[in-house]
């Protein structure tokens, strides 16, 4: 806790509120003891105090001032203790009696009540049984349980109910897979580095068999006593790899993540913490899971911008694991097809290498064909879809393959606009246009819950001329069934899997071949294993090029090398159309030809020449609120201060100042927002945090106005 609130610059309460289940929220609750002598005119305290007493009680008799000189004259000593404000439940259970089989406990039962004997050999074959279960399958009564009791030949007990997400009661099938040669060397060199704080990077192409790396060193981990963490970005977005590890492993997993009932969360953070369970599966959060026996800690997809907490404190998970892995001597591992350029950055220094550079069963990776969309536009094609894109999807449509089509923007249309006055729809919170979504014909804000019916006619000069422009997924799903009116077609994006179980429910229909085209925003990069997807088609590899933001081609070349991983992984072979208006970009370039290497040299190049991480440090801090003039005049005075305070302990060739600026969105959820970015050298990093400590925590009421956050976050994944 210590760490991350020196590290993060958060309170220590945020600290520890991150490290229990979400939703769940602690309890404070604050004793005072005396220590040492009586001290003359504080009698009557000292004898209140001959054991712990609550604050409720001080408040009450009014001691509060007293009780405060007490603790700086060192007389008092004030305890906070935190519990949990959910309740354990707890469940009736009955056993069999140890010192009778059923022939003789049967002979106490009368012949004639059949109800009873089936009931009493259940109990005695399975040895022991839930009462609710008694009563749901044998509709067990209380009575006939207490006539049980009575004549001894049950025990009844009451034991802590730990209650399960859905996923984890199914039955387990023991599937295993041998390793190949490739996997058999990054197994063998993890397993050669258990007990030690040893840290890997499995730079693995898609397909290549990284989940069956993880389940066999899960495997040996769980036979040596220990337990693993196992890290997905967003596991509401990867079932079929939590499958894979409930099949082999059953019982012996904790699933924790959001969709996660708060109950069946609070119960998973207590197996975990009782030594109940060897295999913990989760989001983020998760590696803050109570292990008392960790063994090793693994984070799948690593390069993923939700391992970033966009709440305090702003950790990043695989920090707080290199943090674990010290502290604990114990071997982590980073895995991805598309690493991070922080990560690699760091190989050799800190990260061993380990690479899977072909797939798993030996077919070749997917050949990509860019298409140039400013040739489909000059020779009179303005769809979105080129004429090579819809040519291949009906060559697989004929073939009975499936298509995913990757298109990085939900809703139906971007934003609604009068032609007569240019009026557009905007958000009043946060001052951004509203996304049309055609479902239930409303138009809603991205960033905040605000939605409204899409009006007729201008709100502004009552024009009939009120329309749609942009598009989104839901646009090209309708586009999708005016040319393919045949094809079967499914869409994944926020919208579309709002609903608990829809989206298992959509993969589940992919599996069985119940969707012949799969259209979806950046969801649909993310771990998705269908063996007869053969064509994966980009829309607009452009669309995340253009964000204002450095990390722009970074996330352009994970997405695109991602979503392309996803054809080919059956017998079958794979192909992809990549629709692009900058075709020599090199991060589209690179991603064509699966290149993570030219890539990297490229864009490591630009980072430095214009001081962006890792060659650089950075701090982005976003100063908000409500009242506008404020915000303004606290972030020229935040500036300045820091700018004072930077420059005394540090040459000013060495950090960067940028602002202070509006920030991109300059308005969300009715908080205006501006911003300033610090640039420095890695190793100045301790300095800089003691000087924002002393200036955003410290002092910031003498640099800001009362009604104003700073939001401080270090090393972020986006400025956006």
Avoid at 483 to 499: C, K, M, N, Q, V
Wanted: net charge neutral; hydrophobic share 35%.
């Amino acid at each position: 806790i210590k760490w991350m609130k020196e590290t993060y610059l958060c309170t220590y309460s945020e600290a520890l509120n991150t490290m229990v289940p979400s939703k769940t929220k602690l309890i404070k609750n604050v004793t005072y003891s005396w220590h040492g002598d009586v001290l003359k005119g504080y009698e009557d305290i000292f004898a209140l105090m001959d054991k712990a007493v609550d604050e409720t009680e001080i408040v009450s008799l009014g001691l509060q001032n007293r009780v405060r000189t007490l603790i700086k004259k060192g007389y008092v000593k004030k305890y906070e203790f935190f519990k949990y404000d959910m309740k354990t439940q707890y469940k009736n259970v009955v056993y069999k009696q140890a010192h009778m089989n059923y022939e003789e406990a049967s002979k106490l039962v009368s012949k004639s009540a059949t109800k009873q004997l089936k009931i009493l050999k259940f109990i005695y074959e399975v040895g022991q049984c839930d009462v609710s279960l008694l009563n749901r399958e044998l509709k067990c009564t209380k009575s006939i349980i207490d006539s049980f009791i009575k004549k001894d030949l049950v025990l009844l007990t009451s034991q802590e109910k730990f209650r399960q997400p859905e996923i984890l009661s199914h039955v387990h099938e023991l599937r295993k897979h041998p390793l190949n040669e490739a996997q058999e060397s990054v197994y063998d060199a993890v397993i050669a580095g258990l007990h030690t704080n040893k840290k890997y990077l499995i730079h693995g192409v898609t397909g290549s068999g990284k989940t069956e790396v993880y389940l066999t060193l899960s495997e040996e981990i769980i036979k040596r006593g220990q337990q693993v963490i196992i890290l997905v970005p967003e596991i509401a977005l990867t079932p079929q790899m939590v499958s894979k590890f409930v099949k082999r492993f059953g019982s012996q997993i904790a699933i924790m993540h959001s969709k996660v009932s708060a109950g069946e969360r609070y119960d998973q953070y207590r197996s975990i913490q009782e030594g109940l369970v060897n295999i913990i599966i989760g989001a983020r959060s998760a590696i803050f899971a109570p292990c008392p026996n960790l063994g090793l800690v693994i984070l799948d997809e690593e390069h993923e911008g939700s391992y970033k907490s966009d709440s305090n404190p702003k950790y990043h998970t695989a920090e707080v694991a290199e943090f674990l892995s010290d502290r604990l001597s114990i071997p982590m591992i980073l895995a991805s097809a598309t690493p991070r350029l922080a990560t690699y950055q760091k190989i050799g220094e800190t990260y061993e290498l380990l690479e899977l550079l072909t797939r798993y069963n030996g077919q070749k990776m997917p050949p990509v064909h860019l298409v140039d969309m400013r040739e489909e536009l000059e020779a009179g094609n303005r769809s979105m879809f080129s004429e090579l894109l819809i040519e291949k999807i009906s060559d697989r449509l004929e073939k009975k393959e499936q298509v995913i089509l990757f298109f990085n923007r939900k809703g139906f249309s971007t934003f609604v606009s009068c032609r007569s006055c240019g009026y557009a729809l905007k958000c009043p919170r946060c001052d951004i246009a509203l996304t049309y979504h055609h479902r239930d014909k409303s138009a809603k804000c991205s960033y905040c819950d605000y939605h409204i019916k899409v009006p007729d006619v201008c709100p502004e000069c009552k024009s009939k001329y009120f329309k749609f422009f942009g598009a989104g997924t839901e646009k090209v799903e309708l586009m999708l069934h005016e040319l393919f009116p045949d094809a079967r077609i499914g869409r994944l994006d926020a919208e579309s899997t709002r609903l608990k179980g829809s989206l298992e429910a959509l993969i589940d229909q992919v599996e069985k071949h119940e969707i012949d085209i799969l259209i979806g925003t950046q969801m649909v990069t993310k771990g998705l294993d269908f063996k007869n997807v053969t064509l994966v088609g980009t829309l607009s590899a452009d669309m995340t090029l253009n964000l204002p933001d450095y990390r722009a081609p970074e996330k352009t070349f994970q997405l695109l090398t991602q979503v392309a991983g996803r054809a080919g992984r059956g017998e079958k072979h794979g192909e992809v159309i990549v629709q692009t208006y900058v075709p020599d970009h090199y991060a589209i370039a690179a991603s064509v030809n699966h290149d993570f290497y030219s890539f990297y040299d490229e864009e490591m190049k630009i980072r430095e020449f214009y001081s962006y991480p890792p060659h650089k440090s950075l701090v982005n801090l976003v100063i908000s609120s409500e009242n506008e003039k404020n915000v303004i005049d606290s972030a020229h005075n935040l500036c300045h201060e820091l700018t004072r305070f930077l420059h005394m302990r540090l040459d000013e060739e060495t950090v960067e100042i940028l602002g202070p600026n509006p920030a991109l969105f300059q308005k969300l959820n009715n908080k205006y927002r501006w911003q300033i970015i610090l640039k420095f050298d890695k190793m100045n990093m301790v300095l800089v945090r003691n000087i924002l400590h002393y200036v955003c925590i410290q002092h910031k009421d003498k640099v800001v106005r009362h009604d104003v956050y700073i939001n401080i976050n270090i090393n972020p994944m986006s400025l956006l």
